[in-house]
Nanobody, 123 residues
Framework: EVQLVESGGGLVQAGGSLRLACAAS????????LAWFRQAPGKEREGVSC????????RYVDTVKGRFTISRDDAKKRAYLQMDSLKPEDTAVYYCAIGHWSDSFYISHYDYWGQGTQVTVSS
């Protein structure tokens, strides 16, 4: 059974940083696109960033460009989201997900999801 477990969320002041991690169970992690999504209260889940399997190319939603950095370590079956210059509007539950599509922020393109980790940014 494929399992994804997020960690690293918490409470931080505006302007601060957090590093989220996603740990995967034993499966061919390196063949998948890895993405981070987030869902704020009362809002739809949105794609934040994704990193492709074949060339590690990345994509970011406009609102986090220049502040967030996605990375992956296939040997350790880990993915990361470094979040800097955090803003109150970044407050959400953050989810990691894996799928076969490249550069996609469509929820339906992702096959497996973690349970999420809460990120709260105070003003």
């Amino acid at each position: 059974e494929v399992q994804l477990v997020e960690s690293g969320g918490g409470l931080v002041q505006a302007g601060g940083s957090l590093r989220l991690a996603c740990a995967a169970s034993e499966f061919p992690f390196d063949y998948y696109t890895l993405a981070w999504f987030r869902q704020a209260p009362g809002k739809e889940r949105e794609g934040v960033s994704c990193i492709n399997s074949h060339d590690d190319s990345t994509r970011y939603v406009d609102t986090v460009k220049g502040r967030f950095t996605i990375s992956r370590d296939d040997a350790k079956k880990r993915a990361y989201l470094q979040m800097d210059s955090l803003k109150p509007e970044d407050t959400a539950v953050y989810y990691c997900a894996i799928g076969h599509w490249s550069d996609s922020f469509y929820i339906s393109h992702y096959d497996y999801w973690g349970q999420g980790t809460q990120v709260t940014v105070s003003s």
